[in-house]
């Protein structure tokens, strides 16, 4: 380091170099703020699921385009769709979802759930033709097929009835 010059004085030296402490301690402490607000946000976001809004890709549009279809159709298609009226259907989400037997996800409503039961159930089709009609993976379809197969054993006893035995008059009566 070379020795000052008699023209250079301490003073300006000083200056510089209280200037850079105070940026410095300036900058450290805007460091400090924003770790500390970060982390903050990450506590206070660590116990909500995360839902990720975006654009909707094809096979979304798709998605949405079959189940309103499904939804909005006259009982002689739902009937050749899902093998149920739309009325019996309405209720039969209702059961589920009051007793608790079944529940919206993120991704799948009970709707959505019972009627890949009901395709898959009344059209004795594999999950992987599923998987294509309703554009989710067959691991899906899987689990909630599952899920709405162990609800419907709860209310069995009132919506499956043994046969009773006796023919029906008009059957016994026809030649």
Request: aromatic share 10%.
């Amino acid at each position: 380091m070379a020795p000052p010059t008699p023209s250079s004085s301490p003073m300006p030296v000083m200056e510089t170099r209280m200037r850079l402490i105070i940026q410095t301690s300036a900058l450290i402490s805007v460091i400090q703020a924003w770790v500390m607000f970060m982390h903050q946000r990450a506590v206070r976001h660590a116990g909500r699921p995360l839902i990720r809004y975006g654009p909707l890709f094809p096979r979304e549009h798709e998605r949405i385009q079959n189940l309103n279809y499904i939804y909005n159709c006259n009982d002689f298609e739902a009937l050749w769709m899902l093998r149920i009226k739309i009325a019996p259907f309405a209720r039969l989400v209702e059961t589920f979802r009051s007793r608790g037997l079944l529940q919206d996800s993120i991704n799948t409503s009970v709707e959505k759930q019972v009627a890949m039961f009901l395709h898959v159930v009344g059209h004795n089709q594999r999950f992987r033709v599923i998987h294509n009609t309703f554009r989710r993976s067959m691991e899906t379809i899987s689990r909630y097929f599952k899920q709405v197969l162990f609800a419907v054993e709860d209310p069995r006893g009132e919506m499956i009835r043994r046969p009773s035995g006796q023919t029906p008059p008009k059957i016994r009566g026809s030649p």
